[in-house]
């Protein structure tokens, strides 16, 4: 620093000000400064900044995984509004194991992370007890279990889904449907069997078929083929995710069940691969990077406001996308 400053005719000061945009500087001034930083290759020394500061620049991210769309475009999102800000990311994959979180959350302590989000609570059924240490403020986002009161959350209305799902059903004349569904996706059920509710019917829970989190299309696929053994005359399907609704279309075709004219198939998230299935899937759209980008907000502000209250924001709405796998409920 001492370099560029003897370089640029200014103080040492003034280099601290230009690398840190703390403090304005003339735009002359500035572009000198620029120019002998450029010259000389200099990059400033991030470990004596946060030294000096008390700060990393850095924020942690917990997420069960990277392999589903989901999950990749939170990460994507987070770490492009993060780095608007001038943060950088750190990625921490949980694989859905309580010990590997807690872990991993030692670590951040002692990296001194300014901030940690995590998102999905599908891994922390016990939730994740912060250490002594931790001086950081945490966010959550995509909850979708029971809200917790001692963390700011931002999330989806995981309810409205189901309920624009199973809206969308009854419309189609639909009143025998069968549901498979992931192990913490309560709320997402809920909401479909208060849209047939709202017509006096009922979805008993014989017709609710779960599924464990690691089974994937192949555990979409039994769980279909369960459903229409147990009931033959179900005239839709309702998969709480689109890995399970992929397997549900794949069960339909082994079954020569014709879809949509002989069953209507409804998926949940909205995976890309969704438009691409034959037929596309309808499904529920999630603002999945909406929800990231006011994560990282709300966690920049209490980063930069210590103490202050954050609140939690309502939860985002999702949207019902009709495409070639839902119909009118087949004539008797």
């Known amino acids: 620093m001492q370099d560029v400053a003897r370089r640029a005719g200014v103080t040492k000061q003034t280099v601290s000000n230009v690398v840190t945009g703390r403090v304005a500087v003339r735009p002359e001034t500035e572009a000198r400064v620029r120019a002998a930083i450029d010259e000389l290759g200099y990059t400033p020394n991030l470990v004596a900044r946060s030294l000096a500061t008390g700060s990393t620049r850095t924020v942690g991210l917990f997420v069960p995984t990277v392999t589903t769309a989901f999950y990749a475009h939170v990460v994507e999102e987070a770490e492009d509004a993060l780095g608007r800000q001038g943060y950088h990311l750190l990625l921490c994959t949980t694989r859905r194991d309580g010990g590997r979180a807690r872990q991993h959350l030692a670590g951040l302590t002692s990296r001194s992370v300014d901030g940690l989000l995590i998102a999905g609570d599908q891994d922390l059924p016990g939730r994740l007890p912060l250490p002594a240490g931790a001086r950081f403020p945490v966010v959550l986002c995509a909850w979708e279990t029971e809200l917790p009161g001692r963390f700011p959350v931002v999330t989806i209305d995981y309810e409205l889904g189901g309920h624009l799902a199973g809206r969308h059903l009854r419309e189609l004349g639909h009143e025998r449907v069968a549901v498979l569904a992931g192990p913490a996706h309560g709320r997402r059920v809920a909401g479909l069997r208060r849209a047939f509710a709202d017509d006096g019917l009922t979805v008993p829970d014989s017709a609710v078929h779960l599924v464990p989190a690691s089974a994937g299309l192949a555990g979409g696929i039994a769980a279909a083929r369960a459903a229409l053994a147990a009931d033959p ?95 009118p409920v087949p004539r008797a």
């Open 233 to 327: 005359d179900t005239t839709a399907l309702f998969a709480t995710h689109d890995v399970l609704a992929a397997g549900a279309l794949q069960a339909a075709r082994d079954a020569g069940r014709s879809v949509p004219r002989d069953l209507s198939v409804v998926g949940y998230d909205d995976d890309p691969a969704g438009p691409l299935s034959r037929p596309a899937l309808t499904g529920v759209a999630l603002p999945t990077r909406e929800m990231a980008r006011q994560a990282i907000e709300l966690l920049l502000g209490a980063v930069s406001a210590p103490g202050e209250p954050v609140g939690t924001p309502r939860p985002l709405p999702p949207e019902l996308i009709v495409r070639d796998s839902s119909g």
